[in-house]
């Protein structure tokens, strides 16, 4: 009897241990795959109310959801930080590019204490592979310190480029695993045409057929991040040809139509109002091309559409499909800055020939030499007196086309009102999505930092506490896993953003936002008015003051501060002129028979393209190396230059683009110094024009203001909100502006004589 109990017990404990354990088991573990494009806008895709013919992302969402609320950064570095963290991007240390700022935030290259979800998923027995633009290290392929490179950060295998924008048929920078590669010396990828978008997605297509070969029980995680459509536009022939035609009518008509067709498909509330148009066709001078530029995008678009299609037809035949989750967004809104939307002087057209020495196929180019010469020799044209498309072209399709594809919402890429953080997200996984949901928006708002916490939630891993030591900081996310059968999400904390000094807090229905350091936060309504037509701050300054509260508090916690630009800059560091005496000349060349000088005596690092140093004609303009370029952020300074003009327009020296920046500039024969702070232009311009040798001064003043001076005499002047809070990324450009307008003018090169150009900084008033 005693031996029947104890085996009985045995039985019993065997059993109930056995359930347990089985009951402990989690589900089969899902294949996730994350498709990131970049510089689209939220109504490109057909199932977002574009005209694009997207219809693999669009059966993806028929079988999928689709959030209406989903948010990116704004740009591109952070975006990639952040989603591939869980964290904000200041917490990865990727807060603005892969610029070194010398503060936490600010490094330009992924923290020691963060992880990416690759190293979280691989650690829990999954395979890792990564496709595209990395651009979360600054440590390009030609730099040895490779603790960022994607097989450094969790990843068995990378294919794609390591930095940012590149000529999509001769890339840069690109990497196989840790090998720097060129298309042609590629042992392992050898298409008739290279096209990069098809590259990555043919790229992904061989990993996931491996993995299926492999026979292996791992579940995959696979991050695929195209470059489309990023300017250059440039495209295949037969991709072009499908949209021909397709824009001529100019910007209202498309905005229009895919207005109301967001309406009628229940994507926009009706409520909402279109935002007002940025630009005017009717003032567009070379309509072919400017449609063309859109023609261009579209193609970009479709190919990457293709290139899906390809991913999944592949999942399809390898009895992946079922079991893959697939997340599609975009990295930001749609980008208006002008690159190449003016032409070069020294070649505005095509040549019929080579101009440059030929590089070999071995030759591994680095960024920004891409784009001023084609692998075989000939020049990179850009402007209106070329079409784009080609491989020999480097332009963006504009302010006019990102205000469409942004439809209908305010502002652009590096905002952080909606027009520059609202992304579709499709999220496709036949095994998990009910029924009920499958094909239906999803109006919850959600962030970058969801998308780790979904892929550990779905993939039932773990987040790690510490990475090689260092403490991990923790994960900010919310999943979106009860998203998929229509539950309500469990989010506990607001939404933050912070780039380049734009700002935004959302919390339920209200969202915070402010354009620039210095500018009034603005208060939206987001259920009654998610265009931001109706500023309500002045209405409820309670709500508008608790929410400034959290976000200080947030920005405190996250790296945000210290900060590099604006106000709270000064709070927390030296000021960059504070031990600067006024009137300290900082940079000068002088244009005298011989090499240009600096007042050294010693001859300045630039570039003069196709021009022997020292002559300045009209004919050419001379880039300033970037480690010659003086810091104009958060402080004052002026530009000072003697000429003789032989035009009535032209651009004495820039720098910058659509957010900051400043150019010295003649308009019909009339001085003019223009400023953007925030991407806001402030200008002022002088009554007489000038003649004959001329002295012109543009000043940015520590009591802010700008000052326009012609031969010592003030002639101009007007107060603005604030000094520009950062130095461009753009080099100073002698002789022209190459960058995106800063005065909003589309103005030629400087034609005639120039003596000398000098930058001063100190502590005018005036």
């Not at 009985?8 to 994350?34: D, K, M």
């Not at 044209?381 to 399709?397: N, S, W």
């Not at 090169?749 to 930058?759: C, D, E, L, P």
Request: with cysteine.
């Amino acid at each position: 009897m005693k031996h029947t109990v104890i085996g009985l017990l045995s039985f019993l404990c065997a059993f109930f241990f056995g359930q347990s354990i089985q009951a402990a088991e989690p589900p089969t573990r899902p294949n996730i795959i994350v498709i990131l494009t970049d510089d689209m806008g939220y109504s490109d895709l057909g199932c977002y109310g574009g005209e694009i013919q997207t219809p693999t992302l669009d059966n993806l969402a028929a079988g999928g959801i689709r959030f209406t609320q989903f948010y990116n950064t704004a740009r591109c570095c952070p975006t990639r930080a952040s989603l591939l963290t869980g964290l904000h991007p200041h917490q990865a240390g990727i807060g603005h590019m892969t610029d070194d700022r010398k503060l936490p935030g600010f490094t330009g290259d992924l923290l020691p204490s963060c992880v990416t979800i690759a190293e979280a998923l691989k650690t829990s027995g999954y395979a890792t592979y990564a496709l595209g633009k990395w651009h979360v290290t600054k440590f390009s392929t030609d730099s040895d310190k490779r603790d960022n490179w994607p097989t450094r950060r969790g990843f068995d295998h990378y294919y794609g480029l390591i930095s940012g924008a590149t000529n999509y048929f001769e890339p840069a920078t690109l990497l196989r695993n840790e090998t720097p590669i060129s298309p042609m010396n590629d042992p392992q990828y050898k298409p008739d045409e290279y096209y990069l978008t098809t590259a990555i997605s043919d790229n992904a297509v061989r990993y996931l057929n491996e993995h299926a070969r492999s026979k292996t029980e791992k579940p995959f995680f696979m991050y695929v991040a195209f470059t489309a459509a990023h300017w250059p536009m440039q495209a295949r022939p037969q991709d072009i040809a499908k949209y021909e035609g397709r824009y001529d009518q100019g910007y209202d008509p498309i905005r229009q139509a895919r207005f109301e067709r967001m309406r009628s498909m229940g994507l926009l509330d009706p409520r909402w109002e279109l935002t007002p148009k940025t630009n005017e066709w009717d003032r567009v001078q070379n309509k072919a091309w400017e449609s063309k530029c859109m023609e261009v995008f579209a193609a970009m678009v479709d190919s990457m559409d293709q290139g899906v299609g390809s991913i999944v037809s592949a999942l399809k035949e390898n009895g992946q499909y079922e079991d893959t989750v697939i997340f599609y967004l975009q990295d930001n809104g749609a980008c208006a800055e002008g690159v190449g939307r003016q032409s070069r002087q020294d070649y505005p057209e095509r040549v019929d020939k080579p101009v440059y020495e030929p590089y070999p196929p071995e030759k591994i180019l680095h960024r920004r030499e891409e784009d001023r010469r084609t692998r075989d020799g000939f020049p990179v044209i850009t402007g209106e007196k070329v079409m784009p498309g080609p491989r020999d072209t480097f332009i963006a399709y504009g302010q006019g086309w990102a205000n469409v594809s942004n439809t209908p919402f305010r502002e652009f890429k590096h905002w952080i009102h909606e027009g520059g953080i609202s992304t579709p997200l499709i999220v496709h996984a036949p095994s998990l999505i009910s029924e009920s949901m499958k094909g239906r928006f999803y109006n919850e708002y959600g962030q970058l930092v969801d998308i780790m916490a979904t892929c550990l939630d779905l993939a039932g891993a773990g987040y790690p506490e510490n990475r090689d030591g260092v403490s991990v900081t923790p994960l900010q996310g919310t999943s979106l896993k009860p998203a998929l059968t229509g539950k309500t999400l469990d989010r506990k904390k607001p939404l933050f953003w912070e780039h380049e000094g734009n700002r935004a807090i959302r919390d339920g229905k209200w969202k915070l936002v402010a354009k620039g350091p210095s500018a009034p936060w603005e208060l939206y309504d987001m259920e009654v008015d998610r265009s931001e037509m109706n500023n309500v701050a002045g209405d409820h300054p309670e709500i508008a003051g608790k929410m400034v509260s959290q976000w200080e508090n947030w920005a405190n916690k996250s790296n945000v501060f210290p900060w590099p630009w604006g106000k709270y800059q000064r709070k927390f560091r030296t000021k960059i002129d504070e031990n600067v005496e006024p009137d300290a000349l900082i940079f000068e060349m002088r244009f005298e028979n011989g090499p240009l000088k600096d007042s050294s005596g010693v001859a300045n690092s630039f570039t003069i393209d196709g021009s022997p140093l020292g002559v300045f004609d009209g004919k050419t303009w001379i880039t300033i190396e970037k480690s010659d370029a003086f810091e104009c952020g958060d402080a004052p300074w002026r530009v000072e230059a003697e000429i003789i003009a032989e035009a009535p327009d032209g651009v004495i020296m820039s720098q910058g683009g659509l957010n900051h920046g400043y150019s010295l500039y003649l308009k019909d024969g009339k001085p003019a110094f223009a400023v953007r702070i925030g991407g806001e232009i402030h200008s002022v311009t002088g009554e007489y024009r000038i003649e004959g040798n001329t002295t012109l001064s543009g000043t940015l003043t520590s009591k802010k203001q700008l000052v326009l001076q012609v031969n010592g005499k003030t002639v101009a002047q007007k107060n603005v909100p604030d000094l520009i809070y950062d130095t461009p990324v753009d080099p100073p450009i002698v002789g022209n502006d190459l960058s995106g307008k800063v005065s909003g003018l589309d103005l030629p090169a400087f034609k005639g004589k120039m003596k000398r150009i000098a930058v001063y900084r100190g502590g005018w008033t005036f």
